[in-house]
């Protein structure tokens, strides 16, 4: 008897209650966080509800996501339900309260994939003629990763004792997120360089180029680098190691006295003074050719002419 007349004064509680809520026939809510990070490639878990927050239970429930990457794949558990129940519980606190439903959502990042998605949870009652639906979003936001390669060191095919020549390798950023790198050229301990250390940012898909300036002796060694870069809180590393170098002595030699050319003299030397140089040239040499023919002529014999007989005369006395 006492049972019935509780439960009678808790029916009578709640008319006024039905009466001016508010509360909708069919209703539901999601919660979700807001922002949910990720990683290229990685697959992410998510923690969300669902509550029926209407007067009636929704029959053949589902539940979709809409507006990730290309390519990304994703499950939702449950992601059906053929009674979206209406679930009560009771603490001292709160008094008479609803229970929502658990669900996880499992989305599969692409390797390729970077930037911001908004992504919408949606939920849909096919049951009634209504087709009621409600939804709510997040944001995913994928970090890209740098992936850094080094590639072949430079260096020239002859380098000499005490003479400064250039090292110069790349750096390539193969990932989707830029970093930064701190390249380091190690080098024979005598060597000296002019930075050890040089830093630069390389954005994703790009590289850039890495020159030292180094000043050997006469000693042999290996030049490699080393490139650290940083990931989240991580530290990554990567090296390369180049050829060996060996400088060689350069020795100081004579150098034989050049004849200039033709362009050179008239490059260096004006027209009219290259003109009267060659006028006396020209003089001085007709003199020296004209002393010449007549030192020729006076130091050769003369020579006599050969005589010629000429015969007498045939008297013609006659002959007794």
Do not use: C
């Not at 080098?187 to 994703?204: G, H, L, S, Y």
């Amino acid at each position: 008897m006492t049972k019935a007349i509780v439960l009678f004064l808790l029916v009578l509680s709640l008319i006024p209650a039905i009466s001016f809520s508010t509360m909708k026939w069919r209703s539901f809510v999601f919660t979700t966080p807001e922002e949910v990070g990720a990683s290229p490639g990685q697959e992410v878990l998510i923690n969300g509800t669902i509550l029926n927050t209407g007067w009636w239970w929704l029959h053949n429930f589902t539940v979709t996501l809409e507006g990730l990457p290309a390519g990304s794949e994703y499950n939702i558990t449950p992601n059906h339900w053929d009674d979206l129940t209406i679930t009560r519980d009771w603490n001292p606190k709160d008094g008479v309260f609803k229970v929502p439903e658990p669900i996880l959502i499992s989305i599969k990042v692409p390797a390729d994939a970077a930037g911001l998605y908004t992504v919408t949870l949606k939920g849909q009652e096919n049951y009634s003629p209504y087709k009621f639906s409600n939804t709510t979003t997040f944001v995913l936001k994928i970090i890209g990763e740098p992936k850094l390669s080094i590639s072949d060191i430079s260096v020239p095919v002859t380098v000499y004792e005490n003479e400064s020549f250039n090292v110069s390798f790349e750096i390539k950023n193969e990932g989707n997120a830029e970093t930064v790198a701190n390249a380091t050229l190690n080098m024979p301990a005598n060597w000296t360089i002019d930075f050890k250390n040089k830093v630069d940012i390389i954005q994703p898909n790009s590289s850039k180029k890495f020159e030292f300036l180094v000043t050997p002796t006469l000693s042999s060694g290996m030049v490699s680098t080393y490139v650290e870069y940083t990931y989240g809180k991580v530290i990554y590393n990567t090296s390369k190691e180049g050829p060996v170098v060996s400088p060689q002595s350069k020795a100081v030699q004579p150098t034989a006295p050049q004849i200039p050319s033709l362009s050179q003299i008239f490059e260096k030397y004006s027209p009219v003074m290259i003109t009267i140089v060659a006028v006396i040239i020209i003089v001085i040499a007709w003199i020296l050719w004209s002393m010449y023919t007549m030192y020729a002529k006076r130091k050769k014999p003369e020579s006599m002419k050969k005589q010629v007989d000429i015969p007498s005369p045939v008297s013609s006395s006659p002959t007794i």
